[in-house]
């Protein structure tokens, strides 16, 4: 009989505090290979920094995080560097370097993690700058291009590692509908099509719904509920209902803790 499969991600009852504020209070969640899982909830409530602990930009106060059987905070340096170009991380804004161009921005990552040469590095940056169809914006600098069009760069940057995960900080920030409901699709496809598992942080929910195989709440620092988008729908959690449908009536306005279960 086989071993089971790692999780790509576990977190392990995280805890975190910055002096009196408690941002994470309690959070377990496992990520299984090739899930697409969407972390919702309110603006501020720890998504972004969940992100954060799994890069290891962060230290959780107590509790365990894991990048497949490796965990996080206790990488010397050198080794944590190796880990996160396993991870791809496409921004909020993209986070593309103004002064440099597409190309140059897709190259950094291998510029800086690998030693290729410039002709395989160009190959490689083509390559994925196909994938999301923004080969010919090459020689362009991220001004010239739109909102969606350095999402895609973003994108394309995020995957130039080959990583075996993504994690996108509000991917469909800033753009129109129509654009993110491209976004939405270009996740998706690329996702599947390089076998690659992500992450997802979001408080849109067409975008949400739209991307997701898995789901999970957070609320007051801790998941709520996890389950497929169709059991999502579905739950009798009073917290998740309102945030689903985006009522004023419910327990997330009046501040009560009374709907939330560990």
Do not use: C, W
């Not at 496992?30 to 890069?55: C, F």
């Not at 994925?128 to 169809?133: F, H, R």
């Not at 690329?190 to 709440?217: C, G, N, P, W, Y």
């Amino acid at each position: 009989m086989s071993a089971p499969i790692p999780p790509v991600v576990e977190l392990r009852d995280v805890r975190l505090q910055f002096e009196e504020k408690k941002v994470l209070d309690g959070v377990s969640l496992k990520v299984e290979p090739l899930q697409r899982l969407v972390v919702m909830g309110q603006s501020g409530s720890g998504k972004s920094t969940i992100l954060r602990l799994i890069l290891g930009i962060l230290q959780p106060t107590a509790g365990e995080v894991f990048f497949k059987q490796f965990e996080i905070s206790r990488l010397q340096r050198r080794k944590l560097q190796q880990i996160r170009s396993r991870i791809g991380m496409v921004y909020q804004y993209s986070a593309l370097l103004s002064s440099r161009n597409v190309r140059d921005n897709v190259a950094l990552p291998l510029e800086e993690l690998s030693d290729m040469s410039r002709k395989e590095i160009d190959e490689v940056v083509d390559e994925k700058l196909s994938l999301v169809g923004m080969v010919d914006a090459k020689y362009q600098l991220p001004s010239e291009l739109s909102g969606g069009m350095q999402k895609r760069v973003s994108l394309a940057r995020a995957l130039v590692m080959d990583p075996e995960l993504i994690l996108f900080d509000e991917p469909s920030a800033g753009l129109d509908p129509v654009v993110s409901s491209v976004i939405d699709e270009l996740i998706i496809s690329l996702t599947e099509k390089s076998k690659v598992t992500s992450i997802i942080v979001t408080h849109e929910m067409d975008d949400a719904f739209r991307v997701a195989t898995q789901m999970a709440m957070l609320y007051h620092g801790k998941i709520i509920e996890v389950g497929t988008p169709e059991q999502l729908k579905q739950s009798q959690n009073p917290v998740v209902a309102q945030f689903l449908s985006g009522s004023t009536e419910g327990p997330i306005l009046e501040g009560s803790k009374d709907a939330v279960t560990a």
